[in-house]
Structures are given as C-alpha cells and as structure tokens.
C-alpha cells in the first residue's frame, strides 16, 4: 500500500465519534497533519458528521465575530502577563 492512498486513508479510517471530538481542535488548526487528513477524509463521506461539522463552524465564525475589535490586543496582553 503506497503512502498516502485512498486505501491507506481507508485503512485508518476514524470513526464518528472520533470525528466529532476533534473538530474543534481540527477548526482551530490543533491536529496534526495525519489526524487533520483522518478527519477530513471522515467528513467527506459520512453523511452523519456533516451537521457537527456545520455546527461547529458556524459557532467559530459567530464567536469570532462577537469578540471586539481591539481583543488581538488584550489577549497580547493577558499573554505577555501570564
């Protein structure tokens, strides 16, 4: 089996609930390139996760959107702080 095929991809296929766990951490760009690969190999089949992955999406975008202008600012802040 070459690296990188449809069969390997398959061969290490995630489950759904699986899936589900990491989408956040998938959004937030948190997974490494296997488990990012795994999840977006889940979501292009299962017709299931579709909608958690929808959810979660849109949540983020909401989320990004509420927050003020100037907060890039305060998190620096919070961060050189801490």
Do not use: Q
Request: glycine share 4%; hydrophobic share 40%; proline share 4%.
């Amino acid at each position: 089996m070459e690296p990188g095929t449809a069969d390997e991809a398959r061969s290490r296929a995630i489950d759904c609930e699986t899936t589900v766990r990491r989408l956040w951490d998938y959004l937030d760009g948190g997974l490494s390139r296997m488990a990012r690969d795994d999840v977006e190999a889940h979501l292009a089949w299962c017709e299931r996760c579709a909608p958690h992955f929808t959810f979660a999406s849109e949540m983020r975008r909401a989320l990004a959107r509420s927050l003020p202008a100037d907060a890039g600012a305060e998190d620096a802040e919070l961060r050189y702080r801490v």
